[in-house]
């Protein structure tokens, strides 16, 4: 089992409508978790992070967060073809341990 | 001002040869990484430096070798390039988890 695992996609959604991204990890003991979009040729770069159970909202996108089930998720409202992209989950154990990524997701949106 | 620099973007060079590539961060912060991103754009950890000490060291050859002349740079030295070394490899750097990365240094083997 991969330590941090994603549906490769792609993710086709339309114009405006909602992307959901899921995200699983193996290590119950995992207490950060971070989302990168990466771009096609370029560096990931942070969109969110979330440290507790619940909900956390930035403009369009919110993330998810149940340690219970040991899932994360992003949504992205209102999708715009300029989210198109691959989003990155990324797992950390604790402050000053490294960041284990998943796979990543691919995501189209079409107009 | 570019937070997370590494040089060169791109390296094209041939089997057996050794290659560097040199990372610097303008952020204040005391971690830096380097990642390795392959062909199926999986993103794998290879070393973290903290103020100049090695922290992590992931099961990478010992034909890679880092070094952090102060906690502001963390270059890559790679000897006697493999077919497989070939990858996108990222600099990042942090101080909560959080990872700014560099543009990446695109490396071909041939």
């Known amino acids: 089992q991969k330590e941090v695992e994603q549906n490769s996609g792609p993710l086709s959604v339309p114009e405006g409508a909602i992307a959901s991204l899921n995200c699983t990890y193996s290590?119950?003991?995992?207490?950060?978790f971070f989302w990168y979009r990466q771009y096609s040729g370029k560096s990931p770069e942070l969109i969110m992070s979330?440290?507790?159970?619940g909900d956390k909202e930035d403009g369009r996108f919110t993330a998810q967060l149940n340690k219970a089930s040991q899932y994360v998720s992003l949504l992205i409202r209102d999708s715009q073809p300029s989210d198109s992209a691959t989003y990155l989950c990324?797992?950390?154990?604790?402050?000053?341990?490294?960041?284990?990524f998943g796979g990543g997701t691919r995501v189209l949106v079409k107009p | 001002d570019t937070a997370v620099s590494q040089t060169p973007k791109y390296l094209v060079t041939q089997m057996g040869n050794d290659k560097s590539i040199k990372c610097e961060q303008n952020?204040?912060?005391?971690?830096m990484y380097w990642y390795k991103q392959d062909s199926k754009k999986f993103l794998k950890i290879m070393f973290s430096?903290?103020?100049?000490?090695?922290?992590i060291n992931e099961t990478v050859p010992n034909r890679f070798s880092p070094k952090s002349p102060d906690k502001a740079h963390l270059n890559l030295h790679i000897n006697s390039l493999e077919l497989g070394d070939s990858a996108v490899y990222f600099c990042?750097?942090?101080?909560?988890?959080?990872?700014?990365f560099g543009e990446g240094s695109r490396l071909t083997v041939l």
């Open positions: 430096y903290n103020n100049k000490e090695l922290i």
């Open positions: 990042a750097s942090s101080r909560t988890g959080e990872l700014f």
């Open positions: 990324a797992v950390q154990k604790a402050a000053g341990n490294k960041l284990t």
């Open positions: 952020l204040g912060h005391d971690t």
């Open positions: 290590d119950r003991g995992s207490q950060s």
């Open positions: 979330i440290y507790s159970n």
